[in-house]
């Protein structure tokens, strides 16, 4: 069983910064890839960024140069450093999880203002 928890999610004024943390439960979090999601309203939920057990990550071209996705394994966290924001990045952000099926955390908003 993995339960994912977010946070770090607020408003924030465009070309402001966000760090948002995800907390993942389990002894193996070491052996997860974990990913970054978010959904706008009226939008599908859309791929942001991902990193695997290694470190490897992956950036979706719209936040790539902006955002840093980032883990510290001995607090079961990964972190989304996001700079340079502006108002499309608003949106519910989830943190995702896939060792056996889908997990999924319950989601922080981001409200960036123009």
């Known amino acids: 069983q993995v339960q994912l928890a977010e946070s770090g999610g607020g408003l924030v004024q465009a070309g402001g910064s966000l760090r948002l943390s995800c907390v993942v439960s389990?002894?193996?979090?070491?052996?997860?890839?974990v990913d970054w999601f978010r959904q706008a309203p009226g939008k599908q939920r859309e791929f942001v960024a991902s990193?695997?057990?290694?470190?490897?990550?992956n950036y979706a071209d719209s936040v790539k140069g902006r955002f840093t996705v980032s883990r510290d394994n001995a607090k079961n966290t990964v972190y989304l450093q996001m700079n340079s924001l502006k108002p499309e990045d608003t949106a519910v952000y989830y943190c995702?999880?896939?060792?056996?099926?889908?997990?999924w955390g319950q989601g922080t908003q981001v409200t960036v203002s123009s």
């Open positions: 389990g002894s193996f979090f070491t052996f997860l890839g």
């Open positions: 990193i695997t057990s290694r470190g490897s990550t």
């Open positions: 995702h999880a896939k060792p056996a099926r889908d997990y």
